[in-house]
């Protein structure tokens, strides 16, 4: 497995380039399917969220995978080529194995322990193997991914703290809005309204939703004792409720001053949609409003020791995927020195019965039984001992060495093309303080090298 993920997020660009990147469930596709096809990568899964969009893939070639996704993703930015490495952060391997855990578990999330991006992810897998552009390795990585944010949710307090953007944006709202007995609008109906919608309720709150599909508005108010309004009646529906929460990320505003208009408006505005669904001028009409900007502007206040905790723990199941990621490592070596005792026999079983003239059946079986004995009984401690060796954190290639010794160069071995990538992608990343290897971002180094060359 050479995993490559190239990542454009809430850290390394601004909201208006997010939100030309993102991508719907058809772009998504549409992208992995064209990589996938691209030479070089064999597999390939894409992440869009409001915070990120991230591409992942199974390459035997660094920069070829790499080039692969910088064009499309450029020309979606709207950006020159060499404008890219100052956009993003590029993970190869072991850095891409905790990226990728500690996104799933929500530390690289805008609100820190947020847990909806394990349904995002979720739903990112489910596309990529139902379109058949993931495989066994973006599997793996994903199907390990998930179990580690279910652990962290479930075992540490960031998880406990059921935190999302939208109690972040009630954090903000604190002493403006009080839930208990307030009509809130929730436009939209996909995973965010429907967190938006039950949380609020929940609250006390008289929730009603649209939708531009009312079938769906329907039963997400009956599930929250609501109305559904359609989306025609939106401009009166916000006018008649004190709060309005928005996360459809259509593109161009629902709301705006000219949608109010001189008569009642909301108190409250939150919007979480990307791109956004309100336009900021609705504060020249006195309504307060909190959106992803204003969110990011505040920054996050978790607490430091909770995120500590939750580091360690994926730190451990780094550590323990990529043990058993080397130990697997060398699973084509041992079939093919397997494969080489097997052929030994064989041929030393076929040249026996020429000097000798033929065996009888059962004694040739027995025969051949018995070398075949001999032969798993030299090989079996070495085959042991080098997974056993392969799953330490060791820069000896302990499989290269069985090659060598029994000069199985020759052999049909699957193996990967390390030297394509640049050095510091090989060697093993530092230990941050916080436990985990550090994220290896490569920018300048190579980003920039691709699209000078």
Request: proline share 4%.
């Amino acid at each position: 497995m050479t995993l490559l993920a190239i990542s454009i997020n809430h850290r390394t660009a601004g909201l208006d380039l997010l939100a030309r990147t993102s991508m719907d469930h058809d772009a998504s596709r549409e992208l992995a399917h064209s990589l996938v096809g691209a030479a070089h990568v064999s597999e390939a899964l894409v992440l869009s969220t409001c915070n990120r969009t991230e591409v992942y893939l199974d390459t035997n070639k660094f920069h070829a995978g790499l080039e692969a996704v910088a064009q499309p993703l450029a020309a979606r930015a709207g950006v020159d080529r060499a404008a890219l490495p100052d956009l993003c952060r590029v993970y190869y391997d072991e850095a891409a194995v905790t990226h990728c855990f500690g996104l799933v578990a929500g530390l690289d999330s805008l609100v820190v322990g947020e847990n909806q991006i394990l349904g995002q992810v979720r739903e990112a897998l489910s596309s990529a193997q139902e379109e058949a552009t993931s495989g066994p390795a973006l599997n793996q990585l994903f199907q390990t991914a998930l179990r580690v944010g279910k652990r962290v949710q479930s075992e540490t307090s960031i998880g406990a703290a059921g935190r999302s953007v939208l109690t972040a944006a009630l954090t903000q709202l604190e002493g403006e809005f009080e839930p208990v007995g307030s009509s809130v609008l929730v436009v939209g109906a996909g995973a965010m309204a429907g967190v938006a919608a039950r949380s609020l309720a929940a609250k006390g709150a008289h929730v009603d939703c649209a939708n531009r599909t009312l079938a769906k508005a329907e039963r997400l108010a009956t599930e929250v004792g609501g109305v559904a309004v359609p989306m025609e009646q939106l401009a009166q529906a916000v006018a008649g409720h004190d709060v309005v929460v928005t996360c459809t990320g259509a593109s161009g505003s629902l709301v705006s001053a000219e949608t109010l208009g001189d008569g009642p408006a909301p108190r409250v505005i939150i919007d979480l949609a990307l791109p956004p669904d309100v336009s900021d001028d609705v504060v020249d009409r006195g309504v307060r409003l909190v959106n992803l900007a204003s969110l990011r502007e505040a920054g996050d206040r978790t607490d430091e020791v909770d995120v500590e905790a939750a580091r360690r723990l994926v730190g451990s199941e780094v550590t323990a995927f990529l043990a058993r990621q080397r130990a697997q490592a060398v699973t084509p070596t041992v079939v093919a020195l397997r494969r080489m005792a097997t052929g030994v026999v064989d041929s030393e079983m076929s040249r026996l019965e020429r000097r000798v003239g033929g065996f009888d059946e059962c004694v040739a079986k027995e025969v051949h039984n018995a070398l075949n004995r001999v032969a798993e009984k030299l090989i079996h401690s070495p085959t042991v001992r080098v997974r056993e060796f392969a799953g330490d954190d060791s820069p000896v290639d302990y499989a290269a060495a069985l090659r060598a010794l029994f000069a199985l160069e020759g052999q049909n071995v699957a193996l990967s093309d390390p030297d394509d990538c640049p050095p510091e992608a090989r060697r093993a990343v530092s230990e941050s303080p916080e436990g985990i290897p550090g994220s290896l971002a490569v920018r300048s180094a190579d980003l920039q090298e691709e699209a000078t060359a």
